[in-house]
């Protein structure tokens, strides 16, 4: 039987990230190895398997964050994530303060058409042979 894929990253950042999500009844982690918030279909927190936090914001709002907080953009597999910030060690661990980031987050990416799920296809009924 296959273990469930659990999070390789250090595992206080991860209970921050879990405490500020537990904050937003509304919202859901998901991801074992890779946890993540999203909300139709558009990711808007994650937490990467350093325990780096990134958020996703609108562009006036990342502007503030970035005024605000020492960060920088987000890097995943060599590529810049556009749109994302990345959440200070010590903001994660102020998760009061970091409570108001994730919720203009939340809010912003609510605004956001919902991606179209990706049903299975149907499967078609066996032939009967003649």
Known sequence: MATKAKY???AAALE???ALIAAHPDVERKGAKNPYTSLNGHMF?????????ALRLSDDDAARFLEQFESGPVEQYG???RGYVSVPATLLADTTELEGWFGLSHSWIA???PKPTKKPAKKRPAKKAT
């Open 8 to 10: 390789p990253g250090p």
């Open 45 to 53: 927190s994650f937490l990467d398997e350093t325990g780096q936090m």
């Open 79 to 81: 590529a810049t994530m």
């Open 16 to 18: 921050l990230y879990e």
């Open 111 to 113: 605004t956001l058409k």
